[in-house]
């Protein structure tokens, strides 16, 4: 193959997906020393069941047991297409994915030196009051500036990611090395093909192994070892900071990015079985009918988002004010403000970071089509596994010291079904996705609302009393919209499909 070609990325999804804010004992000391631990309990070709990792997680990282699983499911559903149907996962990649995780302590330092910059940014900007008579709160998560500035600035994620592979090659590389004692570390190509987990081979260049494009390993025997310092010099040359135009291009990448006040509805056609990325997206209403593998909303506000099925991982990471709803294996939610999930997922809704005012509730809408979409996005049903139905109520906190105060769980009467489009056949929710409870609160609400029509029509009104009791329905309502917060979806929902 033309050595001109070649051409790595870092695996992105890896970084959307599964970072965790880092655990205080997580080092690189300590990883090494954690994986040595799992090689004297590994099988002869390196592989460890859940309980060994639990084990050594929980004495090494002092990590709960529940935290424990998080990680471990996690890279499961990352590092293979289709997880082994027994709990067992390969200690390369996973040393691999367990240095990822350090990249949380990185962007929080640059996090830390851009928020100093903006306290000293407003401060010199003199600026005013605000409509409530008092000075705006700069360093408040709520505030749109301190998103954007925080989080675009001075460098973008994927530049950030970049970065932080680069400086931590030597790392990675002594990580997936058989002799974790030595100083001076060399790879075989086996050894080095673990590295396969974090990269991928940009369009043009050809998927095979990553050790065969690398000319050390062409002109020597296969148990050649090839020292760290050549390989990463290698990596250095052929590693290439992925752009969105170069993600997009991708097989099986769909990314939605700025949209604003934007109705968009995508099926099978367009997304069935792709990694979705949407974000920086406003006030806009996104809904995917059909299963996907992987799913992610970064820094968006005010977004609606339905998702039929996704196979793998979903993640809202740095939201503000969005709602989402969908069936999943895996759900994470960190970094957001005042958003409202509505999940059955076969796993416990993962929440991490700074998260405040985050509601969960469980899935609601059903139409026809679910069931089979679940199936194909191997998504047990509660004849299968009764725990999916409940999950969303039973969420798992990472590296919290604050359990239990950055959500809160959605009660019967406040529980209403998602209105989808006209085309999605949607009907009420069904107790195989939904609690009975919350079930029986819909039919309630709607036998009442029949009960008073039916009393309307048996009233023998005449037009005109009944052109009086429709103003006074409609203003009520109207008020109701006003005085709940729910005014605007409406509105802008009726608006902008009338615009499509």
């Given at each position: 193959?033309?050595?001109?070609?070649?051409?790595?990325?870092?695996?992105?999804?890896?970084?959307d997906?599964?970072?965790?804010?880092?655990?205080?004992?997580?080092?690189?000391?300590?990883?090494?020393?954690?994986?040595?631990?799992?090689?004297?309990?590994?099988?002869?070709?390196?592989?460890?069941?859940?309980?060994?990792?639990?084990?050594?997680?929980?004495k090494?990282?002092s990590?709960?047991?529940q935290?424990?699983?998080?990680?471990?499911?996690?890279?499961?559903?990352?590092?293979?297409?289709?997880?082994?149907?027994?709990?067992?996962?390969?200690?390369?990649?996973f040393?691999?994915?367990?240095i990822?995780?350090?990249?949380?302590?990185?962007?929080?330092?640059?996090?830390?030196?851009?928020?100093?910059?903006?306290?000293s940014?407003?401060?010199?900007?003199?600026?005013?009051?605000?409509?409530?008579?008092?000075?705006?709160?700069?360093?408040?998560?709520?505030?749109?500036?301190?998103?954007?500035?925080?989080?675009?600035?001075?460098?973008?994620?994927?530049?950030?990611?970049?970065?932080?592979?680069?400086?931590?090659?030597?790392?990675?590389?002594?990580?997936?090395?058989?002799?974790?004692?030595?100083?001076?570390?060399?790879?075989?190509?086996?050894?080095?093909?673990?590295?396969?987990?974090?990269?991928?081979?940009?369009?043009?260049?050809?998927?095979?192994?990553?050790?065969?494009?690398?000319?050390?390993?062409?002109?020597?025997?296969?148990?050649?070892?090839?020292?760290?310092?050549?390989?990463?010099?290698?990596?250095?040359?052929?590693?290439?900071?992925?752009?969105?135009?170069m993600?997009?291009?991708?097989?099986?990448?769909?990314?939605?990015?700025?949209?604003n006040?934007?109705?968009?509805?995508?099926?099978?056609?367009?997304?069935?079985?792709?990694?979705?990325?949407?974000?920086?997206?406003?006030?806009?209403?996104?809904?995917?009918?059909?299963?996907?593998?992987?799913i992610?909303?970064?820094?968006?506000?005010?977004?609606?988002?339905?998702?039929?099925?996704v196979?793998?991982v979903?993640?809202?990471?740095?939201?503000?004010?969005?709602?989402?709803?969908?069936?999943?294996?895996?759900?994470?939610?960190?970094?957001?403000?005042?958003?409202?999930?509505?999940?059955?997922s076969?796993?416990?809704?993962?929440?991490?970071?700074?998260?405040?005012?985050?509601?969960?509730?469980?899935?609601?809408?059903?139409?026809?089509?679910?069931?089979?979409?679940?199936?194909?996005?191997?998504?047990?049903?509660?004849?299968?596994?009764?725990?999916?139905?409940?999950?969303?109520?039973?969420?798992?906190?990472?590296?919290?010291?604050?359990?239990?105060?950055?959500?809160?769980?959605l009660?019967?009467?406040?529980?209403?079904?998602?209105?989808?489009?006209?085309?999605?056949?949607?009907?009420n929710?069904?107790?195989?996705?939904?609690?009975?409870?919350?079930?029986?609160?819909?039919?309630?609400?709607?036998?009442?609302?029949a009960?008073?029509?039916?009393?309307?029509?048996?009233?023998?009104?005449?037009?005109?009393?009944?052109?009086?009791?429709?103003?006074?329905i409609?203003?009520?309502?109207?008020?109701?919209?006003?005085?709940?917060?729910?005014?605007?979806?409406?509105?802008e929902?009726?608006?902008?499909?009338?615009?499509?």
């Amino acid at each position: 193959m033309s050595r001109d070609k070649i051409g790595l990325q870092v695996r992105t999804e890896l970084f959307d997906h599964g970072i965790f804010p880092c655990p205080q004992r997580l080092n690189q000391s300590s990883i090494i020393n954690l994986v040595k631990t799992l090689y004297l309990s590994a099988s002869h070709d390196g592989k460890i069941t859940i309980s060994q990792w639990a084990e050594a997680a929980i004495k090494q990282l002092s990590l709960s047991l529940q935290e424990a699983e998080v990680y471990f499911e996690l890279f499961r559903s990352l590092a293979y297409e289709r997880k082994p149907q027994q709990p067992i996962i390969d200690i390369k990649p996973f040393a691999i994915f367990l240095i990822l995780q350090l990249y949380s302590t990185a962007t929080t330092r640059i996090s830390l030196e851009n928020a100093s910059s903006l306290t000293s940014k407003f401060n010199s900007d003199g600026l005013g009051l605000s409509g409530s008579g008092t000075f705006p709160n700069p360093a408040s998560p709520r505030s749109k500036a301190v998103r954007g500035f925080l989080f675009s600035q001075p460098a973008s994620d994927f530049q950030m990611t970049h970065q932080f592979v680069k400086s931590n090659l030597k790392l990675l590389m002594k990580a997936i090395s058989s002799d974790l004692q030595a100083i001076e570390v060399a790879l075989t190509s086996s050894e080095f093909n673990s590295l396969g987990f974090l990269f991928i081979p940009i369009a043009g260049t050809p998927e095979v192994p990553i050790s065969r494009m690398v000319p050390y390993y062409q002109t020597k025997p296969q148990m050649t070892r090839v020292h760290s310092d050549d390989l990463s010099e290698w990596i250095n040359r052929k590693l290439i900071c992925p752009t969105n135009e170069m993600i997009s291009e991708r097989p099986g990448v769909l990314l939605l990015s700025a949209l604003n006040r934007s109705v968009v509805i995508k099926g099978q056609n367009e997304c069935q079985g792709k990694d979705i990325r949407l974000f920086n997206c406003e006030e806009s209403y996104v809904y995917i009918n059909t299963a996907v593998k992987q799913i992610s909303l970064i820094n968006c506000r005010e977004v609606t988002l339905f998702v039929t099925a996704v196979s793998k991982v979903a993640t809202m990471d740095k939201c503000e004010l969005c709602t989402i709803a969908l069936t999943a294996n895996m759900l994470r939610v960190g970094n957001s403000v005042d958003c409202t999930v509505y999940v059955y997922s076969q796993f416990p809704p993962v929440l991490y970071g700074d998260n405040r005012g985050i509601t969960l509730g469980p899935f609601n809408v059903y139409y026809p089509e679910v069931m089979r979409m679940m199936e194909n996005a191997e998504i047990p049903n509660s004849n299968i596994n009764p725990k999916c139905v409940h999950n969303w109520s039973a969420p798992i906190e990472m590296n919290s010291e604050q359990s239990g105060h950055c959500f809160t769980l959605l009660q019967p009467k406040d529980f209403f079904k998602l209105v989808l489009p006209g085309q999605f056949g949607a009907q009420n929710p069904v107790p195989q996705l939904t609690p009975e409870e919350f079930v029986n609160a819909i039919r309630i609400r709607e036998e009442y609302f029949a009960s008073i029509q039916g009393a309307i029509a048996k009233a023998g009104l005449n037009e005109e009393q009944e052109r009086r009791l429709h103003l006074a329905i409609q203003g009520y309502f109207r008020e109701w919209l006003v005085s709940s917060g729910n005014v605007k979806g409406p509105l802008e929902l009726v608006r902008m499909i009338d615009q499509e």
